[in-house]
């Protein structure tokens, strides 16, 4: 029977002196965990759940900053045999209060046993517990975690059946919060079955990582991937590259570097952002895959970044893609690694010159639906549905959104996408959900956050992502119905809108445009119909600045 | 507060940031912690000072901690020119 806490004891018995995670830090040296050390932080933190007197079974809250502390109560809560949940700390832009709304929206659903988090940050967190009342989560504060070889047979981890859960996984804002992807061991193994194939991986690989353990790439492609299969990770924090994206660069020469995943913008990021002096004996010809990855794939990202890099190494068949999900654990398709990726040739299916997500995992069947979900024929653009057997086990507490996404057992991921030649193509989303920079907004918290300011019509607001070729994501654009028509006071309300959906949400809006009363256009069922809007504000209000609503992926 | 610095600079971050080149930004308006410059941004931020008055802010300086206003960050570019 295998499960995180059996293969945590197998790799204290038989690795305990490899390096497991090298943790980089804006101002400090790197320090490097063997398992060892990982295993023993880890077990100090499961002596510290069992004091406080959690269960194996209970959801434990982790809200923590890259570092020791974070991956000691990850590994710790699952050798404890509890359930972690990474969840985002609070960011300095972000309100306090929304922060602790969202928090308690969450509590109130997941109904966590107890929330981890450092000393500065409990006062928040307990207030957020208190506000549900009834039975409300115990807030842990970790300080320093005392090493503590571990005794497996006393730990609650090694009695867990492989179809237990074993993590939650949650997408950012009030709408996402409230739906916790719940995976079971079992599921996670058999991702890591799959995947690791699809990707050659093996003990030679370095595995470089700047992404955030609450996503599915960062959790399971740069987490749990590697340490699961003693890989060596080098991990830094994600507020540290964007304020630096060289780092990612320096880190793969230093460590011999063989894989990293990438959401599309950061491939433009890096591309634009650093200069050839930053960049000073880098050497990226040890990376055999550079991963691009949860959110839609742009041939010219792909381009401006081998031509920014190729002359540091890189080799053009290191480009590589995947289409993945928390919903799946994370991939389900990858393309063939040091092989040029897979484009549409044309001859009227799809978008000619498109680029392919790879073709599904040996354990992933792939439907292609239509509207009244009938099977459609390779070529045509559908919903893409999926089974596989590393499918979440349920949306955690939520038998009414669980029973939603599925269909005859496949899950419906709300991707538009066609196959050709056994390779899947991903050209937009049935589901209104914006990407942007890798992350998972829902449009309606966003609607409901400028409902709230004065001068708005209620209910008068549609939020939408436009394309930005120059960022290689997605802006977000709010069009909302003003109340008065004088120019001034729209130019206040448009900025207080600005301000107030920054610093409720998880993105920065940039593009605000007040429309006179009437604008929008609602479905017969009276609500605001967000993709008729965006096309009619592509046509009339952004100015020629995009000329299209679905961009060539090419 | 030096305005041969802090013009440049407010031009660009309602042009180039905010895109919105009417955009007052006043000397004592919080720029990072209202989120008015966002994370991606911050690094743009710095290669324009860092080009412009050759000034370098390290990435780790970055943050509202050391500067969040015009005015501080115009104080922080003259003490080191």
Redesign the interface.
């Known amino acids: 029977m295998t499960t995180f806490a059996t293969v945590l004891a197998q790799h204290y018995v038989g690795a305990a002196d490899r390096p497991a995670i090298h943790l980089q830090f ?2 400090r040296d790197d320090v490097t965990l063997t398992y060892r050390d990982l295993v023993c932080g880890a077990a100090g933190f499961a002596r510290v759940l069992a004091e406080r007197g959690i269960a194996p079974g209970e959801v434990v809250v982790i809200i923590l900053q890259h570092g020791e502390p974070l991956v000691y109560a990850f590994w710790g809560a699952t050798l404890h045999g509890a359930v972690p949940s990474i969840l985002p700390p609070l960011t ?3 309100l306090p209060e929304r922060y602790r709304k969202d928090l308690a929206a969450l509590i109130r659903v997941t109904r966590p046993r107890a929330i981890v988090t450092y000393a500065e940050f409990a006062p928040e967190v307990t207030r957020a517990a208190n506000d549900v009342g009834g039975d409300a989560p115990q807030v842990i504060v970790i300080g320093e975690v005392v090493p503590t070889e571990p005794d497996f047979a006393a730990l609650g981890g090694m009695r867990r059946s492989p179809q237990d859960i074993v993590l939650l996984q949650h997408s950012s804002g009030s709408t996402g919060l409230q739906k916790g992807v719940a995976l079971s061991h079992r599921a996670v193994f058999n991702q890591l079955d799959a995947y690791a194939p699809a990707i050659g991986l093996s003990d030679r690989d370095v595995i470089v990582s700047w992404l955030p353990l609450y996503h599915d790439m960062g959790l399971i492609a740069s987490f749990v991937l590697p340490v699961l299969r003693r890989v060596p990770l080098v991990l830094m924090s994600p ?2 590259w ?4 060289a780092r990612l660069m320096h880190a793969v020469t230093k460590y011999g570097g063989t894989l990293t995943w990438l959401p599309n913008f950061a491939y433009n ?1 890096c591309a634009t ?1 650093i ?1 050839e002096r930053d960049l000073t004996d880098v050497d990226l010809s040890s990376l055999r895959a550079v991963i691009n990855c949860s959110e839609p794939i742009y041939h010219s990202s792909h381009q401006i970044f081998l031509q920014k890099f190729e002359r540091y190494g890189l080799r053009p068949n290191a480009l590589a893609t995947c289409y993945a999900m928390a919903e799946n654990t994370f991939a389900v398709t990858q393309s063939e690694i040091g092989r040029p990726i897979a484009r549409n040739a044309g001859g009227g299916i799809g978008n000619a010159g498109q680029v392919s997500s790879g073709r599904p995992l040996s354990n992933v069947r792939i439907r292609i639906l239509s509207e009244d979900r009938r099977d459609l024929p390779e070529g045509a653009i559908g919903e893409i549905a999926l089974q596989s057997d590393c499918m979440l086990s349920e949306y955690y507490h939520r038998p009414d959104a669980t029973a939603q996404a599925f269909f005859e057992g496949f899950y419906l991921t709300g991707d538009l996408g066609y196959v050709l030649d056994g390779e899947v193509y991903v050209t937009g989303r049935k589901k209104d959900l914006i990407i942007v ?1 890798g992350k998972n907004v829902y449009p309606q918290d966003l609607e409901q956050l400028a409902s709230e300011v004065p001068g708005v019509h209620p209910g008068r607001v549609a939020a939408f992502g436009v394309f930005n070729a120059e ?1 290689g994501t997605e802006d977000v654009v709010i069009v909302a119905e003003a109340e008065s028509e004088d120019v001034t006071e729209r130019e206040q309300v448009a900025e207080a809108i600005r ?1 107030h959906i ?2 409720n949400s998880d993105v ?1 809006v ?2 605000v445009v007040m429309v006179d009363a009437r604008w929008l256009i609602k479905t017969s069922s009276g609500k605001v119909a967000r993709s008729a809007n965006k096309e009619k504000y592509l046509a009339q209000l952004c100015g020629g600045e995009a000329s299209s609503s679905l961009p060539e992926r090419g | 507060m030096d305005n041969s610095i802090a013009t440049p600079i407010a031009e660009y971050i309602a042009g180039v940031i ?2 919105n080149p009417k955009r007052v930004i006043r000397p004592d308006e919080k720029l ?5 410059i ?3 941004h ?3 931020l ?2 324009f000072i860092e080009d412009k008055f050759g000034v370098r802010i390290d ?2 300086e ?3 901690e050391t500067f969040d206003t015009l005015e501080q960050l115009v104080a922080l570019i003259a003490s080191r020119r």
Request: glycine share 8%.
């Open positions: 804006a101002r300095e832009k972000l507020f540290d964007v304020r630096a994206p990021f952002r200069r920079g960022a301000q920054t610093r920065a940039r593009r | 905010l895109k990072i912690s209202s989120g008015l966002d994370s991606f911050l690094v743009d710095g290669l990435d780790s970055l943050n509202a």
